[in-house]
């Protein structure tokens, strides 16, 4: 069973930095690209960045450019972002997504990130 | 740069008639489509891709044509279990997500 569990979300001030991680487990990890979705409270689905399965294609939206980091360690099955220079409007739920041919077939629980002071 | 619109914004269906929901691509996406389900307080939930193809799992009364830049999903006949946020996504570039359509009850 394909399981995606991400952590380290939580309250954060403004231009503070926090790092989400996203074990995965039930496939096998480094076959797959593997994506960060954000839901702001009452809002839809924004993308915010992705990752190859070697590492070799990041991509990010332009909102977060310059400011989060996308990076995985396929030994030991895991998805990160780092996020720093944190503003009111990064507070979102953060997915992590497994890609299949390209479309997210999995998705995690998310993990809340709030920024505010 | 990519702009996913979808409409209406929000539908209002009766139980057992038929929905349509469209996506529009502001350039082609080819078939590089996929339409994802969003319930309340859960993750999204992928219906389709490659703009026609039902995920694993997935009950026939859902389907999805188009390709290029207009798209549409159809639920043929509602249940209670389908009121819910759909949105479209393209990944012919880096993803991009639709604003949604809220689907509710009539």
């Known amino acids: 069973e394909v399981q995606l569990v991400e952590s380290g979300g939580g309250l954060v001030q403004p231009g503070r930095s926090l790092r989400l991680s996203c074990a995965a487990s039930g496939f096998t990890f480094d076959d797959y690209a593997m994506h960060w979705v954000r839901q702001a409270p009452g809002k839809g689905l924004e993308w915010v960045s992705g990752i190859s399965w070697n590492s070799g294609s990041i991509g990010y939206a332009d909102s977060v450019k310059g400011r989060f980091t996308i990076s995985r360690d396929n030994a030991k099955n895991s998805l990160y972002l780092q996020m720093n220079s944190l503003r009111a409007e990064d507070t979102a739920l953060y997915y992590c997504?497994?890609?299949?041919?390209?479309?997210?077939?999995?998705w995690g629980q998310g993990t809340l990130v709030t920024v505010s002071s | 740069e990519i702009v996913m619109t979808q409409s209406p914004a929000t539908l209002s269906v009766s139980p057992g008639e038929r929905a349509t929901l469209s996506c529009r691509a502001s350039q082609s996406v080819s078939s590089n489509l996929a339409w994802y389900q969003q319930k309340p307080g859960q993750a999204p939930r992928l219906l389709i891709y490659?703009?026609?193809t039902r995920a694993t799992g997935i009950p026939a009364r859902f389907s999805g044509s188009g390709s290029g830049t207009e798209f549409t999903l159809t639920i043929s006949s509602l249940q209670s279990e389908d009121f819910a946020v759909y949105y479209c996504?393209?990944?012919?570039?880096?993803?991009?997500f639709g604003q949604g359509t809220k689907l509710e009850i009539k």
């Open positions: 490659g703009a026609s």
């Open positions: 997504a497994k890609v299949a041919l390209g479309e997210f077939d999995y």
């Open positions: 996504q393209q990944y012919n570039n880096w993803p991009l």
